[in-house]
């Protein structure tokens, strides 16, 4: 684990933007995720609304807490019955600092999902496994992208995209490829997104999806604290 540490740095996680863009979609915006960086490769997680009650997805992300998301509970307006209200999204940037020189395709990656009321998502690679290669969809780019403006994937690209490109971000509802996911139950969801270099954990980030779930105190106060201390020194800096 010190050799470990020693080539990729420990594993800093933090709340807030990703160092890109958000490239995929319209008019989606940065913030609220999940973050953490480690040996030049970042990782973020969020939880959204992806449905209102126009059926229309909103950047609203009910972050309660460090890495945690509250949400209703229910199928989504205008939407099948097997549609919640929330999606998550994930963003992956294989060398957001220059320093790592990783293209997409030169780390292997992993994102699963547990919960509390028996829905789950099997541990993948999002970038190099099929289904998802070479028949996903994500946004590619790179840390200089615009906003909206990835290169979303396809059949005859995908490859070359991931060996070209350091930046891949999507936005997946909660029932997609998820087993026995019922929008109707509460419950907790936890993600977990993890890059590997040579079978050896790069960096990994994870985030808590409470539905219908009263979270606890503590998280609460800590949350509340972590906006003290960012308000407190705003104001003095008025006077």
Do not use: C
């Amino acid at each position: 684990m010190l050799v470990l540490l020693a080539i990729f740095g420990a594993n800093q996680v933090s709340a807030g933007v990703v160092t890109s863009n958000v490239i995929f979609g319209t008019g989606v915006t940065n913030g609220s995720f999940t973050v953490a960086q480690a040996g030049g490769v970042e990782l973020g997680l969020r939880a959204k609304l992806r449905y209102n009650a126009a059926g229309n997805p909103e950047n609203t992300f009910n972050e309660i807490g460090p890495g945690k998301y509250a949400f209703d509970p229910g199928v989504a307006p205008t939407q099948p019955a097997t549609r919640g209200v929330w999606s998550y999204e994930w963003s992956i940037n294989s060398d957001f600092d220059g320093t790592s020189g990783f293209k997409l395709d030169d780390l292997t990656y992993s994102l699963s999902m547990t919960s509390t009321n028996g829905a789950s998502l099997a541990a993948s690679d999002i970038i190099n496994q099929f289904p998802f290669n070479p028949f996903a969809d994500h946004a590619i780019g790179n840390s200089s992208t615009a906003e909206g403006a990835g290169t979303v994937a396809n059949l005859f690209n995908y490859n070359n995209l991931i060996a070209n490109n350091t930046l891949a971000q999507n936005s997946w509802r909660a029932d997609l490829y998820a087993n026995n996911y019922d929008p109707t139950l509460t419950g907790t969801y936890t993600y977990t997104l993890s890059a590997f270099h040579n079978g050896n954990q790069v960096v990994s980030t994870s985030i808590d999806v409470l539905v219908g779930v009263v979270p606890e105190p503590t998280s609460l106060m800590i949350f509340s604290s972590m906006i003290g201390m960012m308000i407190v020194p705003f104001r003095h800096r008025r006077k």
